[in-house]
């Protein structure tokens, strides 16, 4: 074992000169804080941090100088409390030495399938950059490969049937039609405010009593908190020609469950309850208990981050919900985080609401398009594009690698443009595929650059402006 005293103004200069001399065996032994001294006309050392360290290799400690060292040095007298705290200290800067060493080691190759084909090696970083998780994206990859009727030769476009049939298999599937009873088929529509539901509602209705089937659609609203959902509901109801209901109690709800037991469709809006709203999701569930044959479909933004949608999830298991539902598909920049969800959760996927318009932006065959959402096409100049203008900042990401980066001496990360990179050495300089990938790597974003944001702050302008000019979503 080798002793070494570093100098130097900051631990953080003082941690990397460790790392630097010892590598991964390095062991701090002590600390301190060097004060400012004073020597002949006021000249001396600046005042910094002093900092011992060993190679922790197993053999005889010895110190820079040669002499044999018996072991980490020990403050002779201190009190247990005084020893416990400086153990305290001394495992902290080892934690900080170990982080340092882990974000400048080199960035470990994707864990894609060995040696696969161009097109799913490029398919493979386009899943990344549209935020699917790299365990999913590698076992998709995985599966198609291995999937019988594969041919390497296959563009993206033939590829989409073999990569719906692996989702399938590894629980991202479409909800099943339920059968058609005697009894009406109840469609609840639940979910934070602000989701959608109302929208989904509008346009699943609308969407029902223009097939050619001519089925028999009523509304019912217990939505009684929003200002002017009772009146948006109601303008639509007349615009189709249906039935509509507003029910505020138990009671009411039976009441119109009763006069509709005629109609071959009852869809159900429901006011906005938040995760952090248990109270108010037990006067939902009591509101919603006449209704005993029924399908809850959870309406989520797909704009919200995958965690706040995870959370979101995990409350409302105890309504239960049966299958989920996204809205303003158009104006997420990525998608990928959905299918995280998907397969997390084994919930299927039903309706897709893709913009404002009724009943056209609006699907219930949802795992297609969506898929097709983060799906890359190859135009005839042999470039990638994006299967939609939702997935343009996937493409933009596969053209430009790096657009989140890091200093490997700092704990930030930021987005390329920021001014903080220009001052960052490239040997310093790391790069991400996604700022989901940069805060795995225990990397905090930039507050001045803010990199987990959207890239694409002109597309939010144009999706709020769209939002606005709907009125309604």
Not at 191 to 216: D, F, M, N, S
Request: with cysteine; charged share 25%; aromatic share 4%.
């Amino acid at each position: 074992m080798q002793i070494k005293r570093f100098e130097a103004k900051t631990m953080t200069a003082a941690l990397k000169m460790v790392k630097d001399e010892f590598g991964v065996n390095a062991v701090i032994l002590s600390a301190r804080s060097r004060r400012q001294s004073r020597g002949l006309f006021g000249i001396g050392r600046s005042a910094g941090v002093e900092v011992t360290a060993a190679n922790d290799s197993g053999g005889s400690a010895y110190s820079a100088t040669g002499s044999m060292v018996a072991g980490r040095p020990a403050a002779s007298g201190a009190s247990p409390a005084a020893l416990a705290a400086r153990r305290g200290l001394f495992q902290s800067l080892n934690d900080s030495l170990r982080s340092l060493t882990h974000r400048q080691r080199p960035v470990a190759a994707d864990p894609a399938p060995a040696s696969p084909p161009s097109e799913l090696a490029v398919l493979y970083r386009h899943l990344l950059a549209q935020e699917v998780e790299r365990e999913l994206a590698s076992e998709l990859i995985e599966q198609i490969q291995a999937a019988p009727g594969f041919d390497p030769l296959l563009g993206f476009d033939a590829l989409v049937p073999l990569a719906l049939r692996v989702l399938h298999d590894i629980g991202a599937r479409p909800a099943a039609e339920a059968p058609a009873p005697g009894a009406p088929r109840v469609r609840i529509l639940v979910g934070p405010g602000g989701a959608g539901k109302t929208t989904t509602a509008i346009k699943l209705a609308a969407r029902t009593v223009r097939q050619p089937e001519k089925r028999k659609v009523a509304l019912l609203t217990l939505d009684d908190q929003r200002i002017g959902a009772v009146e948006q509901l109601r303008i639509y109801a007349a615009i189709l020609r249906v039935p509509m209901a507003v029910a505020t109690s138990p009671a009411m709800v039976r009441q119109a469950w009763q006069a509709f037991q005629s109609v071959d469709w009852l869809i159900v809006d429901t006011p906005g309850v938040g995760s952090a709203e248990p109270q108010r999701l037990n006067e939902l569930r009591e509101r919603l208990a006449p209704l005993k044959t029924r399908e809850v479909e959870l309406v989520l933004n797909a704009c919200t981050r995958e965690k706040d949608l995870a959370r979101t999830i995990d409350a409302w298991k105890g309504l239960p919900v049966d299958r989920l539902a996204f809205t303003r598909i158009d104006e997420a920049g990525a998608c990928g985080h959905l299918f995280n969800l998907l397969v997390r959760t084994g919930l299927p996927l039903t309706d897709l609401g893709t913009g404002p318009r009724i009943p056209e932006d609006f699907t219930d065959q949802g795992l297609a398009p969506l898929l097709r959402r983060i799906w890359p096409s190859r135009e005839g100049h042999g470039g990638i594009r994006a299967a939609s203008p939702g997935a343009v900042r996937a493409a933009d990401a596969l053209a430009q690698r790096g657009q989140w980066v890091a200093n490997g001496n700092s704990e930030l990360y930021h987005r390329s443009d920021c001014k903080w990179v220009r001052k960052i050495k490239s040997e310093h300089l790391i790069h991400f595929t996604s700022a989901a990938e940069a805060e795995s790597r225990q990397f905090v974003a930039c507050r001045n650059c803010h990199p987990q944001r959207n890239l694409r702050p002109d597309a939010d302008a144009a999706g709020r402006s769209a939002v606005q000019a709907a009125g309604i979503r």
